[in-house]
Structure formats: C-alpha cells, structure tokens
C-alpha cells in the first residue's frame, strides 16, 4: 500500500493521537490512530537526547537544554515555530528551562526530573531546579521518580535519592515498577524479580493500566500477561515474575523507547515503539471496526532516534 493510500485509510479512523519523538535532527510529531502511522513533521529542530511525557506536558533533554512543551499547544500544523536553521521562532512551544544539557528527562508528578552526562539528577518544581543528587554511572533513563543507570536503579524521594538495587539498568517503567536491564528484564515483587532473562533495552507501561506493559530486546517485542499488542502463543516467562511474551511485531532493528495509546477501553488499546534507526512500529488488537488488527511500520527518515512519548489523556 502507498503511503498516500495509507494516509487516507487513516485519515478515516477519527480521534488521533500525537507521539513526540526524540531525535539527533530534533523532535518530530507523528499522528497516530489505532495501529496507522499518518502525518508526521519536525515539531522543534534541536539535537533531542531523550523525551518523556505527562497529562499536560512534554519534556526533552536535548544537548543544550531541557525544553518543555505544554500539551494542547498545535503539534501538527504549520513549522512548530521552527526556522529554517533550527532556531526557535515566535511561536515556538518549547519553553526553555536553564538546566543546561540533559542525557535523559521524565515526568514525576508534575514536575520535571533530568539528568546530565555528569550524572547530576535534579528536579524542577515551580519553574525552579533543585539538584537531588550525583550517580557515578551513565544515567540512561528516567520515569516517575526512578532513575535507570549503569549501576543500577535509583529512586527519588523527598529526601534525596535511593538506591534500589540491579546493576546496568538501561530502562525503567515507573507504572509497575519494571526495568531493562543487560541480564534480563525485571519486575518488583518480593524484591526485585527476575521475569525474562536476557539482555532488554527498553520497557514501557501504561499508569492507567498497570498490567499493560512492553519491553524490547533488541529489535523483539515483547508484552507482558494480557498486554493488548498481539503477544504470541509461543512466548513464555524463564523468571519469578510476570509472564512476558515475544509480539509478532516485526524486527525492524533496535527499539529506542515504547508508548501506549489510550487504554483499550477508550479505543483500540495501541502500543507504539520506535527503533534507533527512525521506523515507527505501531500495534492494535483486532476490533469489530478493524477486525484486521495487527502492527504496521512506517519511516521517519531520522536516524539517531533516543525515544517515544504520547501525553496521557
């Protein structure tokens, strides 16, 4: 199918959803429905590290800055305010913030957390950064209050920062707690849980559904229990914790970040990944408006891709 006809067919699904990718050339905003990919377009040109997103807001951590964006604010139409050398022009959303350059942002309650390449981890309350704590490790990820580095996972308390066990975490889902780390992906029980063994990249879940959560090893997906996203019956657990099994997605190489859609009781519950090479996988159980279900791709044509956000409704 072209991607004009493809389009169309997309362009007839109603309600779309904006996901934000962070990318070397900047952030690009894609329309998403279901499991289309429709338009897509550089909502702020800058060199993005990492993007996380809440109820009312999106974050990037870019090279220079960490850069916020209210969520409501046009993302789909014109150039985001963006000249054409990157620079932000009079109607550009991304506020800048004063943190300097950040390697990786989420979102916690409101409020901003960062890291830089330092391992400096601050919070931004109230338009103000106040710095938590230093890591030794690379800091690779940031959700809620945890923090996802080479030596492990981090927890961001009133009083400072926690250490909460593992060793090179790569990523971590606050909505759980799960983690990807180089041994294995792991959930919190009685202690940390072994659920798959094996060394994972990515992992994402939907604080609207606890259970709905999806990790990447390499270029394989794979879902967690009853996770909407076509799990196959092949897959299986090798660990103590849930059972997570591989999605029939298809392998289009290394996946940077994971995002739900909304739920599957206010739509087709979709799971959207992106891999580091720029090609978007979207996925979406069969429904009696689509019985045909399943996951399509789509290009971006942006290498250098660090993750996916979708603000949550």
């Known amino acids: 199918m072209s991607d004009l006809a493809a389009d169309r067919i997309y362009a007839e699904r109603g309600e779309t959803t904006v996901a934000f990718v962070a990318a070397e050339a900047g952030v690009v905003a894609v329309e998403v429905a279901g499991d289309r990919v429709g338009r897509f377009r550089f909502d702020r040109r800058c060199t993005a590290r990492d993007v996380a997103a809440g109820t009312d807001r999106v974050a990037v951590a870019t090279d220079e800055d960490v850069l916020v964006r209210r969520v409501g604010e046009d993302a789909t139409g ?180 994971i995002a739900h859609g909304p739920p599957p009781g206010e739509g087709v519950g979709a799971v959207y990944a992106v891999t580091v090479d720029g090609t978007v996988l979207a996925g979406a159980r069969e429904t009696a408006d689509d019985p045909a279900g399943g996951w399509r791709t789509r290009s971006l044509g942006v290498p250098g891709v660090g993750g996916i956000a979708i603000p949550r409704r």
């Open 78 to 257: 014109g150039n985001g305010g963006a000249g054409e050398d990157g620079s932000p022009g009079d109607g550009d959303p991304y506020a800048p913030t004063d943190h300097g350059p950040a390697v990786a942002v989420g979102v916690d309650d409101g409020a901003v957390v960062a890291a830089d390449a330092d391992g400096r981890i601050a919070r931004r309350v109230d338009g103000e950064w106040f710095e938590i704590a230093t890591v030794d490790a690379p800091v690779r990820a940031v959700d809620g209050p945890f923090v996802a580095a080479g030596d492990g996972v981090y927890r961001v308390t009133p009083d400072g920062l926690d250490e909460v066990g593992l060793d090179d975490a790569r990523d971590v889902a606050a909505a759980g707690p799960y983690v990807a780390t180089g041994g294995g992906l792991y959930e919190l029980g009685n202690g940390w849980l072994c659920a798959h063994e094996g060394a994972f990249d990515a992992v994402a879940a939907d604080p609207r559904v606890r259970t709905r959560a999806h990790a990447a090893a390499g270029g394989e997906l794979y879902a967690r229990g009853d996770s909407d996203g076509r799990g196959s019956p092949n897959g299986g657990n090798t660990g103590e914790g849930g059972t997570w099994t591989p999605t029939d997605a298809p392998d289009r190489g290394q996946v940077a970040g």
